[in-house]
């Protein structure tokens, strides 16, 4: 009994203190996402719409069918199936209390979900109506600037012969532009567009006399019992796990092992800024009672380096397909929109609660072939102007085990790709997850993005396990084990090769206030030696070691401070070993009687090399997500304000400096910086209606 009062207890707490804490929730999981992907690249524009979405509107627990509880990422399938069979079991739920007394649910996973979920007898309005959408809508404008202050060498001033005829300079300014309106009625409708302009970029002149260098437009409509949804513009499609289709962001290794699975959102709209991993055209989700069939058809410009017949001067064919979406110089603007890629499919699945399977068709076709480079570890990538790829996959609910996966089939190489897993829930505090993969060396599809240790899903086999134990209230450990092998020669590995890579996370959480982990992962890869004689490249194992201790504590309401020391190794035998270091502090001020916010960070960092380098997140501004790496010596620091005002409007303003000891000149081409400093300035307001 004494048990049952401290969970209600602990619960109330949540409830009075959640409305509060929306910023600092999501921030987590974006900052716990950030920085298992190791990359300054990442964009996780639409995994935040959804948080922040549930955020708004918290899904009720007497009315959701599952959907919207999986599009959360928060809950593993067997924690949903538990939600509806208890709500089938003994009806509505009357209270949030009820969570407690499921069977594969604990206080963590309560209070993880808490913010985004609610108990409700009304049902939500099936019927969307003018007057409601334009009442109740939701209006947003984002308008933001970016820059490094200091002078680039690809910025110099030099004469208009020179900058036609070299790739040192850039033909734009240094500014960094975008913006964002956006219009949403619940999940049901979306209207809006995304302008992006990367420095060194022309605006309005040029190249670029439209204006910004990418333009990103959606309508969306999502509800209706037979027409489930329908995208007209730039639009997202996810299948599966991701071997065949799956656009946007995916899930990789992570210390949370239930997001080893994937959770596809069928469709949904565009709205970030990378140019390449989206579909433009036309797209409908179609149902009747436990079935749902998706036709889509997407067809746009993507940059390619390619060679034209000299007569006519149309394109023969495509050597490389460029992804980097920069335009700034003679060789980036000649690559843009130099290939026109169509893709068109249909996916057929079929749900009932427990269950669901689905298998898909898509076509993926060119108007110019594509050969690449002749090279040994080239010789199974696609070439050519089209490929298919069939796939079926599946997810089954038995009890407290949950198996799921995929098969998919290149028509083009005849080369298969599969997946198989299963997640178990052997105890509201333990939980086990395994994972088996094999991509065929030739397998082919653009889209793909299933589980793998390489960025691609191909040329590789696996097995992954991974843990979850709660040891005690305050205590729990994460834990996996992923063991690979690439059958094939990749690049800058002239061989066949394998590897291995495991993670030891305990976790100490006493209550809301504190939170200490540590984290010990190896990684062991193998790749060509720097000792080469010239005749033949023999591989080598590189061996790294991350060490971490990362504290947070809750000093007061208002006041946070983070604080962590990270250490890292690499050997190899070709090479000096090699070490890092990184300290940083972090102090986060939210005042709840205040209209604004501030983060600071003040961190030191020793590196030997690039190699050595460090990633680590840091705050940064509304949908600019920043995890940059912290290599050879130096410090960092930055401060980031947001300040609301007429109740509408929010501005961010932030300055970061990276100031280092070691180096008299930075980066190197177009973009050295002659001196030890870089730094960043990012303004944003955003007007919310």
Same mark, same amino acid.
């Given at each position: 009994?004494?048990?049952?009062?401290?969970?209600?207890?602990?619960?109330? &707490?949540?409830?009075?203190?959640?409305?509060?804490?929306?910023?600092?929730?999501?921030?987590?999981?974006?900052?716990?996402?950030?920085?298992?992907?190791?990359?300054?690249?990442?964009?996780?524009?639409?995994?935040?719409?959804?948080?922040?979405?549930?955020?708004?509107?918290?899904?009720?627990?007497?009315?959701?069918?599952?959907?919207?509880?999986?599009?959360?990422?928060?809950?593993?399938?067997?924690?949903?199936?538990?939600?509806?069979?208890?709500? #089938?079991?003994?009806?509505?739920?009357?209270?949030?209390?009820?969570?407690?007394?499921?069977?594969?649910?604990?206080? $963590?996973?309560?209070?993880?979900?808490?913010?985004?979920?609610?108990?409700?007898?009304?049902?939500?309005?099936?019927?969307?109506?003018?007057?409601?959408?334009?009442?109740?809508?939701?209006?947003?404008?984002?308008?933001?600037?970016?820059?490094?202050?200091?002078?680039?060498?690809?910025?110099?001033?030099?004469?208009?012969?020179?900058?036609?005829?070299?790739?040192?300079?850039?033909?734009?300014?240094?500014?960094?532009?975008?913006?964002?309106?956006?219009?949403?009625?619940?999940?049901?409708?979306?209207?809006?567009?995304?302008?992006?302009?990367?420095?060194?970029?022309?605006?309005?002149?040029?190249?670029?006399?439209?204006?910004?260098?990418?333009?990103?437009?959606?309508?969306?409509?999502?509800?209706?019992?037979?027409?489930?949804? *329908?995208?007209?513009?730039?639009?997202?499609?996810?299948?599966?796990?991701?071997?065949?289709?799956?656009?946007?962001?995916?899930?990789?290794?992570?210390?949370?092992?239930?997001?080893?699975?994937?959770?596809?959102?069928?469709?949904?709209?565009?709205?970030?800024?990378?140019?390449?991993?989206?579909?433009?055209?036309?797209?409908?989700?179609?149902?009747?009672?436990?079935?749902?069939?998706?036709?889509?058809?997407?067809?746009?410009?993507?940059?390619?380096?390619?060679?034209?017949?000299?007569?006519?001067?149309?394109?023969?064919?495509?050597?490389?397909?460029?992804?980097?979406?920069?335009?700034?110089?003679?060789?980036?603007?000649?690559?843009?929109?130099?290939?026109?890629?169509?893709?068109?499919?249909?996916?057929?699945?079929?749900?009932?609660?427990?269950?669901?399977?689905?298998?898909?068709?898509?076509?993926?076709?060119?108007?110019?072939?594509?050969?690449?480079?002749?090279?040994?570890?080239?010789?199974?990538?696609?070439?050519?102007?089209?490929?298919?790829?069939?796939?079926?996959?599946?997810?089954?609910?038995?009890?407290?085990?949950?198996?799921?996966?995929?098969?998919?089939?290149?028509?083009?190489?005849?080369?298969?790709?599969?997946?198989?897993?299963?997640?178990?829930?052997?105890?509201?505090?333990?939980?086990?997850?395994?994972?088996?993969?094999?991509?065929?060396?030739?397998?082919?599809?653009?889209?793909?993005?299933?589980?793998?240790?390489?960025?691609? $899903?191909?040329?590789?086999?696996?097995?992954?396990?991974?843990?979850?134990?709660?040891?005690?209230?305050?205590?729990?450990?994460?834990?996996?084990?992923?063991?690979?092998?690439?059958?094939?020669?990749?690049?800058?590995?002239?061989?066949?090769?394998?590897?291995?890579?495991?993670?030891?996370?305990?976790?100490? #959480?006493?209550?809301?206030?504190?939170?200490?982990?540590?984290?010990?992962?190896?990684?062991?890869?193998?790749?060509?030696?720097?000792?080469?004689?010239?005749?033949?490249?023999?591989?080598?194992?590189?061996?790294?070691?991350?060490?971490?201790?990362?504290?947070?504590?809750?000093?007061?309401?208002?006041?946070?401070?983070?604080?962590?020391?990270?250490?890292?190794?690499?050997?190899?035998?070709?090479?000096?070993?090699?070490?890092?270091?990184?300290?940083?502090?972090?102090?986060?001020?939210?005042?709840?009687?205040?209209?604004?916010?501030?983060?600071?960070?003040?961190?030191?960092?020793?590196?030997?090399?690039?190699?050595?380098?460090?990633?680590?997140?840091?705050?940064?501004?509304?949908?600019?997500?920043?995890?940059?790496?912290?290599?050879?010596?130096?410090?960092?620091?930055?401060?980031?304000?947001?300040?609301?005002?007429?109740?509408? &409007?929010?501005?961010? *303003?932030?300055?970061?400096?990276?100031?280092?000891?070691?180096?008299?000149?930075?980066?190197?081409?177009?973009?050295?910086?002659?001196?030890?400093?870089?730094?960043?300035?990012?303004?944003?307001?955003?007007?919310?209606?």
């Amino acid at each position: 009994m004494r048990n049952k009062l401290l969970v209600i207890a602990s619960v109330l &707490c949540s409830l009075f203190s959640w409305a509060q804490e929306r910023n600092e929730i999501i921030q987590q999981r974006v900052e716990f996402i950030s920085e298992q992907n190791e990359s300054e690249q990442i964009d996780l524009t639409n995994l935040f719409d959804q948080l922040n979405y549930f955020f708004d509107h918290p899904i009720n627990l007497n009315a959701t069918d599952g959907e919207d509880l999986r599009a959360l990422g928060l809950l593993t399938e067997v924690q949903i199936t538990n939600i509806l069979l208890h709500r #089938k079991q003994f009806g509505k739920f009357i209270s949030i209390y009820e969570l407690q007394s499921l069977t594969y649910w604990d206080l $963590t996973t309560i209070q993880l979900v808490l913010p985004f979920i609610r108990v409700d007898d009304r049902l939500d309005q099936l019927h969307l109506t003018f007057k409601d959408a334009i009442k109740e809508g939701k209006f947003e404008l984002y308008t933001r600037y970016q820059r490094t202050p200091e002078q680039k060498s690809g910025y110099e001033q030099v004469s208009d012969s020179v900058l036609a005829n070299s790739n040192s300079y850039y033909y734009g300014n240094a500014d960094h532009y975008y913006t964002r309106f956006r219009y949403t009625y619940r999940t049901n409708l979306s209207l809006g567009f995304t302008a992006d302009k990367d420095p060194g970029e022309e605006f309005f002149k040029g190249s670029q006399k439209n204006g910004f260098d990418f333009y990103s437009g959606h309508a969306f409509f999502k509800g209706g019992k037979y027409i489930r949804g *329908v995208a007209l513009g730039d639009y997202l499609v996810q299948i599966g796990q991701g071997l065949n289709t799956w656009s946007g962001y995916a899930f990789g290794k992570t210390a949370d092992i239930f997001a080893s699975k994937k959770t596809a959102n069928l469709l949904r709209p565009y709205t970030s800024v990378d140019e390449n991993r989206f579909f433009r055209g036309a797209a409908a989700v179609v149902g009747f009672k436990q079935f749902s069939l998706l036709n889509f058809y997407s067809q746009k410009r993507i940059d390619g380096a390619g060679i034209s017949d000299s007569l006519t001067d149309d394109l023969e064919f495509i050597t490389t397909i460029d992804l980097s979406g920069l335009h700034r110089t003679n060789r980036e603007i000649s690559k843009k929109n130099q290939l026109s890629e169509r893709v068109f499919g249909s996916y057929l699945q079929y749900v009932v609660p427990r269950f669901n399977a689905g298998i898909a068709y898509v076509n993926q076709s060119y108007n110019a072939p594509l050969q690449r480079d002749s090279v040994p570890y080239n010789q199974y990538a696609f070439r050519g102007t089209q490929t298919s790829t069939l796939s079926g996959d599946y997810s089954w609910v038995i009890k407290n085990l949950n198996f799921f996966g995929e098969v998919s089939y290149s028509t083009h190489s005849k080369a298969v790709a599969q997946l198989h897993g299963v997640m178990m829930v052997l105890d509201p505090k333990v939980s086990f997850s395994l994972i088996y993969r094999n991509y065929n060396k030739a397998y082919y599809s653009f889209y793909n993005n299933g589980f793998s240790e390489g960025s691609n $899903t191909q040329n590789e086999n696996g097995l992954f396990a991974g843990w979850k134990v709660k040891l005690t209230s305050a205590w729990t450990v994460n834990a996996y084990a992923d063991i690979f092998t690439f059958p094939w020669m990749k690049y800058l590995v002239d061989a066949p090769s394998k590897g291995y890579e495991f993670l030891f996370q305990p976790v100490y #959480k006493p209550n809301k206030e504190l939170e200490i982990y540590g984290r010990f992962r190896q990684q062991v890869r193998q790749k060509n030696s720097r000792d080469n004689d010239g005749s033949i490249t023999s591989i080598e194992d590189v061996i790294q070691r991350n060490y971490r201790l990362n504290l947070s504590y809750k000093v007061t309401e208002a006041i946070t401070i983070k604080s962590r020391v990270e250490y890292m190794t690499i050997n190899r035998n070709s090479n000096q070993p090699e070490e890092g270091w990184l300290i940083s502090q972090d102090i986060i001020v939210r005042p709840k009687s205040m209209p604004f916010d501030i983060a600071l960070r003040y961190a030191l960092f020793d590196t030997d090399s690039y190699d050595s380098r460090i990633y680590t997140y840091e705050n940064n501004a509304l949908y600019v997500f920043s995890s940059p790496s912290y290599y050879y010596q130096g410090s960092r620091a930055y401060i980031l304000v947001r300040y609301s005002f007429l109740k509408v &409007c929010d501005l961010w *303003v932030r300055y970061g400096t990276f100031l280092y000891s070691d180096r008299t000149s930075l980066s190197s081409g177009a973009e050295e910086i002659k001196g030890n400093r870089k730094s960043d300035i990012t303004l944003q307001l955003r007007i919310s209606l």
